[in-house]
Nanobody
Framework: QVQLVESGGGLVHPGDSLRLSCTAS????????MGWFRQAPGKAREFVAS????????YYSDPVKGRFTISRDYAKNTVSLEMNALTPEDTAGYFC??????????????????WGQGTQVTVSS
């Protein structure tokens, strides 16, 4: 099994930046892609960004493209999400996700294998 633990959420003002991190433990050799989802109050969870092994497949959702940057430290089994120019619409619980090896890369956008517990990001003036 794989365990994912997020950190870095908090309360920020519009226009601010925030960095989320996620550390994987357990059978980390089974992980191919890692990424992030988010869920705003009253809304469905939505894909945010992901990066596959050796950054061969990096994806961003349209609402965050150009503002958020995903990165991975393969040695430390971590994935980070640098979020800039935050707006109240970015307020959500952010969940780290991971995809098992040998699955199609884009499957992380719809059906990741593992989920973290989430960390809250609130953007408010």
């Amino acid at each position: 099994q794989v365990q994912l633990v997020e950190s870095g959420g908090g309360l920020v003002h519009p226009g601010d930046s925030l960095r989320l991190s996620c550390t994987a433990s357990g059978r980390t050799n089974n992980i191919y892609s890692m990424g992030w989802f988010r869920q705003a109050p009253g809304k469905a969870r939505e894909f945010v960004a992901s990066m596959s092994g050796f950054a061969t497949g990096t994806y961003y959702s349209d609402p965050v493209k150009g503002r958020f940057t995903i990165s991975r430290d393969y040695a430390k089994n971590t994935v980070s999400l640098e979020m800039n120019a935050l707006t109240p619409e970015d307020t959500a619980g952010y969940f780290c996700v991971a995809l098992r090896r040998f699955r199609p890369t884009e499957a992380i956008k719809t059906d990741p294998n593992w989920w973290g517990q989430g960390t809250q990001v609130t953007v408010s003036s």
